[in-house]
Structures are given as C-alpha cells and as structure tokens.
C-alpha cells in the first residue's frame, strides 16, 4: 500500500525556516518524480514545485522559487520542503504527492496519484 | 499562468441526481486536465487524468469530457460518498494550476 507521511509543520514566525519532510512507503521511491502541493485555509489549491526520481533536476513555481527548495533522499525514502524567510501568506495545509504519468506514444500525461495527509504551516507572530 | 476557473463554487445535490462541474481554462489546454477529489478529512484521491480516463479503482459513475478551454466532470447517480470537494488542474504548462474548487453538498 503506497504511503505518504509528512511532518515538520507547527507555528513559525514571519520570516523564520522551516523544513517538512514525507516519508514514503509501498512503492520503489527512486522510481517517482514528486511534488509538493498546498492548500490555504481559503481551499485553494498551489502546486509549489516537482523534483525528478534521482533528484537532478527541480522546478518551482515562480512565486516561491526564491523562498522554497525541494530535494529527496532515496536511501530514506524521504522528500523535503525547505522554507526560508516564510510569510503569512505561506499559512497553509501542505501536500506530498506522487507523480505518475500515462504515455500515448507522443506525449507524456502527468498526474498526481497519491496524496499524502498534509501537515499544518502557520505562519504568525 | 493559466487561470482555472471552475463552476460551481458551491452544489447542493441529492442522491441518485446526475450532476456536472464545470472547469473552464484561461486558454486552450489541449485536454491535458485532471480531476481530483478531496474528502472532508482532508483525503485527496486521483480521479481523472487526460480529460477522460478514469483512475484504477473509480467507479465507473464518474466520467470526464471536454476541449479547448472548457472541461467538466460527470456524477451519473450521486452515491453518498461522493459528497466531497472537487478540483480540476492543468498540465498544459508551467506553473501547474489548480481551479478554485467545487463543493457538493448533500441538499
């Protein structure tokens, strides 16, 4: 059974760091391309950025690619967000998540397959 | 960034109706657009993807159609799990994008 735990989330304050982790389970890591995904309180949902199964290459959304990095350790299994000099508007609910894709021949489908529980940021003074 | 506008925001339905939400993109997204569904613990699940193919395990009441800017997804006979938040989201390109979502509720 494929498993997504994360944890590290709490209350930080503005501009502080903080580094959330998602250990994962029931599937060959390495394997898998992941990604982090936020909800605000508000429900709305942000893709916050993707890392390649052996780490090499990262994409963010350009709004937090100053602020944010993601990277994985495969003998752990584990995947990280790293967040420096946080904001309020960073207050949200946060989401590892598995990519998977279906191939058509021409163009690789990508989605996200499973979903952690999310952990809690709130950012506050 | 392409925007993701989906309608309703809000759906108050019964069980057994047929309901559709709307998902409409900024501009044409070639079909590439998944369905997610959240459940009131915070429970997300892979419904869609492609427009069209259902996820392993989804029952076959759900279903996925569209082009160009406007997409939607299909209840044919509301089953009280499904009660839940719904969200479509683009792989067009980058930033990957998310509509607002929709709530169905139970009327």
């Known amino acids: 059974e494929v498993q997504l735990v994360e944890s590290g989330g709490g209350l930080v304050q503005p501009g502080a760091s903080l580094k959330l982790s998602c250990v994962a389970s029931g599937f060959t890591f390495s394997d898998y391309w992941m990604t982090w995904v936020r909800q605000t309180p508000g429900k709305t949902m942000e893709w916050i950025g993707d890392i390649k199964y052996d780490g090499s290459y990262t994409n963010y959304a350009p709004s937090l690619k100053n602020r944010f990095t993601i990277s994985r350790d495969n003998a752990k299994s584990t995947l990280y967000l790293q967040m420096s000099n946080v904001r309020s508007e960073d207050t949200a609910t946060h989401y590892c998540?598995?990519?998977?894709?279906?191939?058509?021949?021409?163009?690789?489908?990508?989605?996200?397959?499973?979903w952690g529980q999310g952990v809690m940021v709130t950012v506050s003074s | 960034d392409i925007q993701m506008t989906q309608t309703p925001s809000s759906m108050p339905a019964s069980l057994g109706e047929r309901v559709t939400i709307s998902c409409r993109a900024s501009q044409g997204i070639s079909n590439y657009l998944n369905w997610y569904q959240q459940k009131p613990d915070g429970t997300i699940k892979s419904l869609i993807y492609?427009?069209?193919n259902l996820q392993s395990g989804v029952p076959s009441r759900f279903s996925g159609s569209g082009s160009g800017t406007v997409y939607s997804l299909t209840i044919s006979s509301l089953e009280p799990e499904d009660f839940a938040m719904y969200y479509c989201?683009?792989?067009?390109?980058?930033?990957?994008?998310f509509g607002g979502g929709t709530k169905l509720e139970l009327k």
């Open positions: 989201q683009q792989y067009d390109s980058s930033p990957r994008t």
């Open positions: 492609y427009t069209s």
């Open positions: 998540t598995r990519g998977d894709y279906y191939y058509d021949g021409t163009y690789y489908h990508n989605y996200f397959d499973y």
